[in-house]
């Protein structure tokens, strides 16, 4: 692709202004955006800062505003704060037409998602992590590379960036990873974080491979799939230790996903006989009617 065009989501930290300088050097076809959340003082000073360097590499900057009623009720603010920026992001990128949207994820980070979803008991796709490129135009160029590595780069090119205050709380278990548990591990073994960074890298290499052999034994029971929908005819699970896991881990191919528990061993369980059946997991729907086994996340029994 000749000359690529970039919108660079940029916080003011260390690590998205490491990105944004080293960007700046590298590529001529760019745009940076900050999306505020509104709940720092000092947020307009993260704001003032990245204005500042993108009219000195000659960057046109955007900043974007997070509806604060959306977090109304609402205990999750993480996970809508999440939704709600890359929401904003897509539609600058899409008015922009840019080709990527850039995000400043580096290998700690890559570390600290590994780390939390072997804790929550994640499977072969959860431990890709971050992925450095996505299929909707994401990437992240600084996986590679540490957070020490960025510090030192910040240093030799004398890089200004601005330390997120709510970082250093240790209220959500993410920052406490972060904080405490991982730099202890690191102390005590060193290596952690390249390790962690590494089972990432060996998953999304793995994966692709995995999931074709899957497909090549679950596609012909598939008789129709649409969004958040599908439907197998003639379809049971072999009653073989491991087949159920192998089953998630194909509908989560499909976008089809669920917080593993207890409950999906009567799951597998039903799946083994002819008898027909309705059952739910988290938010998807399992219904076995004439031996037809319909899969969805909307169906309401």
């Known amino acids: 692709m000749n000359n690529p065009s970039f919108l660079l989501a940029i916080s003011g930290g260390l690590d998205s202004m490491c990105m944004l300088h080293f960007f700046a050097k590298k590529h001529s076809n760019l745009y940076a955006a900050y999306v505020n959340h509104g709940i720092r003082k000092d947020a307009n000073e993260d704001s003032k800062l990245i204005k500042k360097k993108c009219e000195e590499y000659g960057i046109p900057f955007y900043e974007l505003f997070i509806d604060q009623k959306i977090f109304e009720g609402k205990n999750n603010f993480e996970a809508i704060a999440r939704e709600a920026r890359y929401n904003l992001l897509f ?12 995000t400043a994820h580096h290998k700690n980070d890559q570390a600290e998602t590994v780390f939390l979803r072997i804790a929550r008991s994640t ?15 994401v990437i992240r160029p600084m996986l590679k590379f540490t957070k020490e590595d960025l510090q030192k ?3 030799e ?9 709510t970082n250093k709380s240790t209220d959500h278990f993410r920052n406490k990873v972060r904080l405490q548990i991982l730099p202890k591990i690191e102390e005590e073994c060193k290596g952690t974080i390249n390790s962690l960074a590494h089972i990432a890298e060996l998953s999304q290499k793995i994966y692709p491979q995995v999931i074709k052999i899957l497909d090549s ?6 008789a129709e799939r ?3 929908s599908i439907l ?18 194909w509908l989560g191919s499909k976008d089809i996903t669920w917080e593993e528990t207890n409950e999906d061993k009567k799951l597998y369980e039903k799946l083994q006989k002819k008898d027909s059946f309705r059952f739910r997991l988290g938010n998807v729907y399992f219904e076995r009617k004439k031996g037809s086994l319909t899969i969805s996340l909307s169906y309401k029994f």
């Open 217 to 222: 034994y679950f596609n012909p029971f598939l």
């Open 232 to 249: 197998l005819r003639h379809f049971y699970l072999p009653a073989m230790q491991g087949y159920g896991e192998l089953f998630r881990l």
């Open 226 to 228: 649409t969004a958040g």
């Open 91 to 102: 539609d600058l990128k899409n008015k922009l037409g840019t080709n990527f949207l850039a």
């Open 157 to 165: 090119n004398r890089i200004e960036w601005r330390e997120d205050s």
């Open 153 to 155: 780069y910040a240093e």
């Open 123 to 137: 499977g072969l796709k959860g431990l890709r992590g971050i992925l450095a490129e996505r299929e909707d135009g």
